[in-house]
């Protein structure tokens, strides 16, 4: 495909139906759509899907769309054994025993809605909106239904993830570029534009740095890793950052085996070459960025060779890729979860900002365009807050108000930790119920797994809406809801660009789509605000068309000064329109994300005028927003808790440096190992092992072996391959096993093979943003028969028994707060004070001291 125009000369319309959404064919019913979670995935390819009598039978790609171009990946090909898939769950269900012994009775939707309406009224009345919690799962196309969901219906402000510390998934790269450039950055492989490889304005980059992800497999963020391919086939050349060699480390003109954890050293002394050698793009830099002398300054010390002793690689490997990058016009960075999943996430983030900018790269055609969600409509926390009353939106668990961080509230969603926190400690108040919609909680995002099972095993409700019955089910739940997939739901999406459509073609069983659970239950509960609804197409049009105004990523950046995107166009098509209009037939491109220097051209600012979303109108090298959110302004490398340098004398007894969550071709985090294609081409976990450590550890390849750190242990299959180092052992995450014992303490398996197991909550970066789960330490010996297995230990003694608990950053606090409890104290919530109910006295609660009233 390296020839655009010789492919799509090549295409026959006729046989594929151009300009139709549906047809009849060999006794199909072929529907021309888009496929978006459920089943999972991070992006929304273009699919033909066959279906006879209500069932989809097949799935093909569809070479009209310009999306993908008719390729697709093994997990939408696949898509008919999802959906037919009997594991699935049928019906709605209330738990009819224990938590855990996975015994249930059927119930009908209208049961399961009037006990979630009494309940969350109940709470409402007793404790207040703020002590529920709302979690979904990632990459779901509930991003934007869940936030107004939890918000407008529920009426609390507490969505988030769960049991994920420090914001440490996309979240930084979110704010760590809207704070520097006002929006989002991408690389350009011309997927702004329908026209795609053929658009005349459009290069392909000349360099693509490849850091701290695998686009083929992952598909991450909106984004299809194969247009980089098509980069590569028309000449453009990759430099790889990884501490696994992968398909793009084999063709790189340089592969930096960098160690888990150290890449900001490595971004700051590509900046340290690139200023000393003055390299960067003067032009850009005059008229274009401000901070460039506060960023010189910062990185004038950090050499290739400090640098090279960090991250174990040669000084001269560094400055030469950073020459490469800085050469290239234009270059490119791809960026990875790698930057979020380390104590320096924001550093980092900034520091890969601060590349970009340097060297000419934003907003260009081939470097990273800045882009916001087609047509604004624009997913986010933030969505739906203003149904929430104001004195329990006061109570949102962030960081700033849950863990006492200093500086001003990052992003519009709860804190995890500070989540974790109230469950646990009931503080700053308890949490009375948990909505999971989505999300395998124990297999897949809870840092420190057993202790996030316990504690919430504290939560009185629990409702869980998911295709399948999973351990987080089992272990928690009290209602399951079976929710509908892809190809059974009506809905839409915007990730970046183009807007797509999801038609409904089948149905299974009682599931219900996302969108129909949403409103059917908001008509419940708050009936003035989806009342205007009758049904889920309308839910969506008003997303489509009205539901702006109510989105943003994080209303920090915008009311501090980052982009205020308005006007900026004029165009908001249906659903309908989306579906069947054959200018569109399932998706629809925004001008704006395709055009080019949008800074000069005006495009950015709220006036019109020339200049980046920023509160200085230009690209911040040094970001004001940093120094309000409490953080450094200049980019910095944090050493990781446990490694070689922090923790020398821990390597002793833990010699080798534990990287996870390295994706597969086959599953999307947790899911997809149901099914029987996924499972004969990967059956079971697999951890990396080089040559070299299996032989001095006694590891053979094939065989299963235990991985263990001072907090925990898991165990995978071998498979030795030199694609990591002799000092690196890598790791899969999201394993359970849906054929095994679903009961407690087994519960699928979740906890045999979860490096989860290892983790640790409440240890972040900066800002408290930012995770060092790439980045640990670990042990690896061959497993025994005999060997006590994880579940066991959890069972008998709530997790491993050399595990030690990382206290909350508020531990002081908590045992004072109890302790004034238990004496008949009172407490304000808000104000962080206990009030003696018989003299009135205050006192706070940090301080211990005295405080004058009111």
Not at 57 to 66: A, K, N, Q, Y
Request: aromatic letters at 10%; hydrophobic letters at 35%.
């Amino acid at each position: 495909m390296a020839d655009y125009q010789e492919f799509l000369d090549s295409i026959d319309r006729e046989a594929y139906h151009a300009g139709e959404w549906q047809w009849e064919e060999d006794g199909y019913t072929v529907t021309r759509t888009y496929h978006y979670s459920p089943p999972g995935c991070h992006t929304s390819c273009g699919v033909l899907l066959y279906t006879k009598d209500g069932k989809v039978e097949r799935v093909e790609g569809d070479p009209l769309d310009p999306c993908t171009n008719g390729k697709l990946c093994i997990k939408c090909l696949t898509l008919a054994e999802s959906v037919n898939n009997p594991d699935r769950l049928k019906y709605p269900m209330r738990r009819a025993g224990k938590r855990g012994e996975n015994k249930w009775e059927r119930i009908s939707w209208d049961e399961a809605y009037d006990e979630i309406e009494s309940r969350v009224k109940d709470i409402w009345e007793t404790d207040g909106g703020n002590a529920i919690i709302c979690v979904h799962g990632t990459g779901r196309n509930i991003n934007w239904q869940m936030p107004f969901f939890g918000q407008a219906a529920l009426k609390t402000p507490n969505i988030s993830t769960f049991g994920f510390t420090g914001f440490s998934c996309y979240m930084p790269r979110v704010c760590g570029c809207i704070a520097p450039f006002g929006d989002f950055t991408v690389v350009d492989a011309s997927q702004a534009h329908e026209d795609r490889y053929g658009n005349e304005e459009w290069m392909p980059p000349e360099v693509v740095v490849v850091w701290g992800n695998e686009p083929l497999a992952s598909n991450a963020d909106g984004y299809v890793g194969h247009w980089l391919v098509q980069c590569v086939q028309m000449g453009t050349k990759i430099i790889s950052i990884d501490p696994r060699l992968t398909w793009w480390g084999v063709r790189a003109e340089y592969w930096l085996q960098v160690r888990p954890g150290t890449d900001a050293a490595l971004a700051c002394a590509w900046l340290n070459v690139i200023i000393a050698e003055d390299l960067y793009d003067h032009e850009c830099v005059d008229l274009w960025c401000a901070g460039f002398e506060e960023l010189a300054e910062a990185v004038a010390d950090m050499t290739p060779e400090w640098a090279a002793e960090i991250c174990d690689l040669d000084a001269e490997a560094i400055r030469g890729s950073a020459r490469l990058y800085a050469s290239a016009k234009p270059g490119a960075i791809q960026w990875g979860l790698a930057f979020d999943q380390q104590l320096s996430a924001m550093a980092l983030c900034l520091a890969g900002c601060d590349l970009m900018a340097v060297c000419g790269n934003v907003d260009v055609p081939g470097g990273n365009i800045l882009v916001h969600n087609a047509f604004e409509c624009n997913a986010g926390y933030a969505s739906g807050e203003d149904f929430t009353p104001p004195e329990w939106r006061a109570k949102k668990l962030n960081n700033n108000f849950a863990l006492s961080i200093e500086g001003g509230d990052f992003v519009a969603h709860a804190s995890s930790d500070g989540l974790l926190q109230a469950i646990e400690d009931g503080f700053p108040y308890p949490i009375k119920m948990m909505w999971i919609q989505s999300s395998n909680t124990l297999s897949c995002p809870s840092q420190d797994a057993p202790r996030v099972m316990h504690a919430m095993q504290k939560i009185p409700f629990i409702v869980n809406a998911d295709p399948y019955m999973t351990p987080t089910s089992v272990a928690l739940a009290d209602l399951v809801l079976p929710v509908a997939m892809s190809a059974e739901r009506n809905s839409a999406r915007t990730w970046w660009t183009p807007a797509r459509a999801m038609v409904k073609v089948a149905s299974y069983y009682e599931a219900e789509s996302d969108e129909q659970i949403i409103v059917e239950l908001g008509r419940r509960l708050n009936p003035e605000v989806f009342g205007r609804w009758e049904n889920d197409i309308d839910f969506v049009n008003w997303y489509l068309h009205d539901g702006t105004g109510s989105f943003s990523a994080t209303t920090e950046a915008t009311s501090q000064g980052g982009a205020k995107n308005s006007g900026k166009t004029l165009f908001k098509p249906s659903w309908e329109e989306l579906v069947r209009d054959p200018r569109m037939l399932g998706h629809a491109y925004d001008a704006f994300n395709a055009t080019y220097r949008k800074a000069a051209k005006g495009m950015f600012r709220e006036d019109g005028s020339v200049g980046y979303g920023t509160p200085s109108g230009r690209l911040e090298l040094a970001p004001a927003l940093f120094k309000y959110w409490g953080l450094s302004t200049t980019p910095f490398h944090t050493e990781p808790p446990e490694s070689p340098i922090s923790t020398p004398e821990l390597m002793e007894k833990y010699p080798l440096v534990l990287t996870c969550g390295g994706r597969s071709f086959e599953f999307f985090h947790s899911e997809h190992r149901q099914l029987p294609t996924m499972r004969e081409l990967h059956p079971q976990p697999q951890v990396l092992v080089n040559p070299q450590t299996a032989e001095r550890y006694g590891i053979e390849d094939g065989r299963w072996v235990w991985v263990e750190n001072d907090h925990g242990r898991f165990k995978q299959v071998a498979k030795v391959t030199p694609v990591v180092n002799e000092h690196t052992v890598h790791a899969e995450h999201g394993w359970w096993f849906p054929e095994s014992e679903p009961t407690a303490p087994y519960l699928f398996g979740t906890f045999e093979s979860n490096p989860n197991n290892c983790t640790k909550a409440f240890v972040a970066g900066q800002g408290g943003v930012g995770s060092p789960i790439k980045a640990m330490v670990c042990k690896i010996y061959p497993v025994q028969e005999g060997d006590i297995l994880p579940h066991e230990q959890i069972a008998d003694g709530g997790n491993f028994p050399w595990y030690e608990k990382e206290p909350s950053p508020r531990q002081d606090e908590i045992e004072r707060f109890h302790e004034a409890l238990a004496a008949g104290m009172e407490y304000d919530v808000l104000k962080n004070q206990l009030i003696d109910p018989g003299t009135g006295k205050r006192t706070d609660l940090k301080t211990g001291k005295e405080v004058a009233a009111g």
